[in-house]
């Protein structure tokens, strides 16, 4: 079984930095790409980041320069630095993967974590 859960979202206010973690966890072989993806109220689930294996990061317009994406060593925890955050980036944020089991290729969503800034 495989788990991927986020952390670290919350309430700041406009210009402040929030660093959010997305773990997987479980019988996993291996990793692909880890992304980030958030949704705004009313609006479609928007690709933010993204993380493959091979290490070339990429990021929407929207968030360039400000958010940063990285992967740890093992490459089973993601993180999302955000920094100079906007009231526009106000959403749930989710984390997107694809593992590889022993038997099995998946694609997996984490429950999402509600990031909420203030203006």
């Known amino acids: 079984q495989v788990h991927v859960t986020e952390s670290g979202g919350g309430l700041v206010q406009a210009g402040g930095s929030l660093r959010l973690s997305c773990a997987a966890s479980?019988?996993?072989?291996?990793?692909?790409?880890m992304s980030w993806y958030r949704q705004r109220p009313g609006e479609q689930r928007e690709l933010v980041a993204t993380?493959?294996?091979?290490?070339?990061?990429w990021y929407a317009d929207s968030v360039k320069g400000r958010f940063t994406i990285t992967r740890d060593d093992a490459g089973n925890t993601v993180y999302l630095q955000m920094n100079s955050l906007k009231p526009e980036d106000t959403a749930v944020y989710y984390c997107?993967?694809?593992?590889?089991?022993?038997?099995?290729?998946?694609?997996?969503w984490g429950r999402g974590t509600q990031v909420t800034v203030s203006s």
């Open positions: 997107f993967t694809d593992i590889t089991s022993r038997y099995t290729h998946s694609e997996y």
């Open positions: 479980g019988s996993i072989s291996s990793i692909g790409t």
């Open positions: 993380f493959p294996k091979d290490g070339r990061t």
